[in-house]
């Protein structure tokens, strides 16, 4: 096996007996004899590493730039025939391209990085295959270059070849030539206005009014060192867009991310546009709520002091008319970046914000000790009946069918229907409301894109509003009518039967708390026991509450023909918080109260059946049972629902209904709590 030498102990072998001469005289002709042919070279090198830019022909060059120009005019190290294979590495292009040459050394490709520069000419432009200038603007040539990029910079052209720019902008278009700059520069202070102003070459409608906004004259300020730079920098062209991975305007995706982009440097500004209406929807995939540049502009953008900005006080209801096209009166006095938290800035608010606060959390702090010391008590007596066990028959699911019969009708079909549509409608504008309260979670989007978008869950929120406002009215009317037909209005509105809250719910709630700690009996309830009194009127305050500021907030228009416009910020802090303490209350207090304690686990269903057992009654409701026990015992059951009589036991079908009904509506309820706590931590 012949041993295999070096490429240049074979070149000297060969032609040891011609004589040296300078290389300067050479052609293409004489380097041709052992660059022309891959295989002598194959043959000759001792490690078979024989790269494709060793391999050079004269029709090679023939199409280049450099098919005229000698070989050792570019590999100046080569000087005498045969060379050393590092002389040939060092090619000197700034002997023909000066201009070039001296801007490269300039730019970032020409500092050091270990021993040599950061990317030479050939890096760039290739060896021998050099192509003319006139090749790279073409597609095929620019690809060439992302190609000769991408061995450097492998992150930033797989981003940009996913942008809008894509393959139509090569990346010199923007980083410049030869005299590439560091982003950002320290020679603009940090600022980058060479890229904004390589944007401004191609987007001169943007860039006439860029420059002369807020933005573009503070960054072109900073940058020269006129004015200094405090905390941020002035936003720039890539502050907003990005730099590589730039998608079209139009794009959702970026409609979200460049709000978020403003909140970098506008942080008090970015907080408060979160917690509106707007930046919420937004959050969660609407694409008709306003984003920042909807109301300051993208470019142009200019101080509210300014009165030729957008949103100074003479242009507001203009640009507010963007979208609300018929918007007058007091529309453009809602401000969209009030800080309720903020008494000094805005004392109505924070005092409102304040009042509703102290609503959520005093009446989940009563309330809740309530519930967690009645079920302490409940416990309590449940480990003394088990110390002394006897006999007892099977515990039905329902609550309401324990203890057998006979049964009574407790509610008649009208309570039941409002009692339902509350139940339908009061979930759905849960969960269709909750994703815009905590739009912050993870969560929030997922829910939305369930719910068919944040198009379709607004409209079904207002629609089971609007239910809400037809059964209350309905249910007004039929109370109503009751009142007028009753031959004593005094007793169905203050007597024993009475949902109106009196002295005697004062003294059952205080002897309730007694109960709760052992010093004496429970409170003996009658048609209504003071928390089912509680639960109705907290129904009919959150209804006008929740509803009149759910109709401002839906046609902020037309109610801005009668209010100033900071009545709706007013409302949006009412209807969020009093949807928070309605929603906390039915699925932790409620909950328990009526389907979750102990002594009522899994659920009570008899708003479902409309009736219950004696023993059910005696236990609820002991004076109302007292007084219907002689009449349900002797009457025969009516199948009518009439409250009070006698009734037949529920048909079969109607339990298991009831009970899947009920249990899948406690598991909803107790997820949706989940979502609470865990929104509440962002």
């Not at 002997?95 to 990317?119: K, L, M, N, Y």
């Not at 205080?510 to 409170?523: E, I, L, S, Y």
């Not at 979502?675 to 509440?680: A, E, N, V």
Request: net charge positive.
């Amino acid at each position: 096996m012949l041993a295999r030498t070096s490429v240049v102990t074979a070149l000297a072998a060969v032609f040891a007996a011609l004589p040296a001469r300078p290389a300067r005289a050479q052609r293409s002709p004489e380097c041709e004899r052992c660059h022309a042919s891959r295989e002598f070279l194959l043959g000759v090198a001792s490690d078979r590493n024989v790269g494709a830019g060793l391999v050079v022909t004269r029709a090679a060059l023939s199409g280049g730039p450099h098919a005229g120009v000698a070989c050792a005019a570019c590999h100046t190290g080569v000087e005498r025939y045969p060379h050393q294979p590092a002389a040939a590495l060092r090619v000197v292009c700034g002997r023909c391209h000066a201009e070039q040459d001296s801007r490269w050394r300039a730019g970032v490709h020409a500092r050091a990085r270990g021993d040599a520069p950061a990317a030479t000419c050939v890096a760039c432009h290739g060896g021998h295959d050099v192509a003319r200038s006139g090749f790279l603007p073409t597609a095929a040539g620019r690809a060439h270059m992302h190609e000769a990029c991408r061995r450097c910079h492998p992150g930033q052209v797989r981003s940009a070849a996913r942008d809008v720019h894509g393959d139509s902008i090569a990346c010199t278009s923007c980083h410049g030539t030869h005299d590439m700059r560091p982003v950002p520069d320290e020679a603009t202070r940090k600022i980058d206005v060479a890229l904004a102003r390589a944007c401004s070459a191609c987007h001169t409608k943007e860039s006439a009014t860029y420059w002369g906004d807020v933005h573009g004259r503070t960054a072109a300020r900073q940058a020269s060192g006129v004015e200094p730079i405090g905390a941020d920098t002035a936003a720039t062209c890539i502050s907003c867009h990005g730099e590589h991975g730039i998608r079209r305007a139009s794009d959702p995706a970026w409609r979200f991310a460049v709000a978020d982009a403003c909140t970098r440097c506008h942080e008090a500004y970015g907080a408060s546009y979160r917690d509106s209406y707007h930046g919420q929807a937004s959050k969660v995939g609407s694409l008709r709520a306003a984003e920042c540049a909807d109301c300051h502009n993208a470019h142009g953008v200019l101080p509210a002091s300014d009165s030729a900005s957008s949103v100074s006080a003479t242009n507001r209801i203009a640009t507010c008319r963007r979208c609300h096209t018929t918007a007058r009166g007091g529309f453009a006095g809602y401000r969209p970046h009030a800080n309720p938290r903020s008494r000094a800035q805005n004392p109505l608010l924070f005092y409102v914000w304040l009042f509703m606060n102290t609503a959520l959390f005093g009446t989940m702090i009563g309330w809740g000790a309530h519930t967690v010391l009645w079920y302490r008590r409940t416990m309590v007596d449940r480990r003394r009946r088990a110390a002394h066990p006897r006999p007892e028959a099977p515990m039905p699911l329902d609550a309401g069918l324990r203890g057998g019969g006979p049964f009574v009708w407790r509610f008649n079909l009208v309570f039941r229907i409002v009692h339902a549509m509350v139940v339908i409608t009061f979930f759905l504008l849960v969960i269709t409301g909750l994703p815009l309260r905590f739009s912050c979670t993870a969560w929030a989007p997922a829910l939305m894109g369930v719910l068919g978008g944040a198009s379709s869950a607004g409209l079904i929120h207002r629609v089971s509003g609007v239910f809400v406002f037809g059964y209350f009215a309905l249910y007004a009317a039929y109370v109503t009518l009751r009142l007028w037909r009753a031959t004593d209005r005094r007793r169905m509105l203050l007597g024993a039967d009475s949902i109106v809250p009196g002295m005697q719910d004062v003294r059952d709630a205080a002897q309730m708390v007694r109960w709760f700690f052992g010093r004496g009996p429970k409170p003996r309830f009658d048609r209504y026991s003071y928390m089912e009194k509680f639960d109705y009127f907290a129904e009919l305050w959150g209804v006008g509450a929740i509803g009149f500021t759910g109709l401002m907030l839906w046609q902020p228009v037309f109610f801005a023909r009668f209010f100033p416009g900071i009545l709706f910020n007013v409302a949006i802090i009412v209807h969020s918080y009093e949807a928070m303490i309605a929603t906390a209350f039915i699925f932790i207090i409620h909950f328990f109260n009526v389907h979750l304690r102990p002594d009522k686990w899994p659920l009570d269903a008899v708003m479902f059946t409309g009736r219950a057992t004696l023993h059910y009654m005696e236990e609820e409701h002991p004076l109302l049972a007292e007084r219907l026990e002689a009449r349900v015992r002797a009457g025969p059951p009516s199948p009518s629902a009439v409250a009070d009589l006698p009734a037949p036991p529920p048909p079969g079908w109607m339990n298991r209904v009831g009970a899947v009904t009920g249990l899948m509506l406690l598991a909803t309820g107790l997820a949706l709590v989940g979502l609470i706590l865990w929104g509440s931590l962002c």
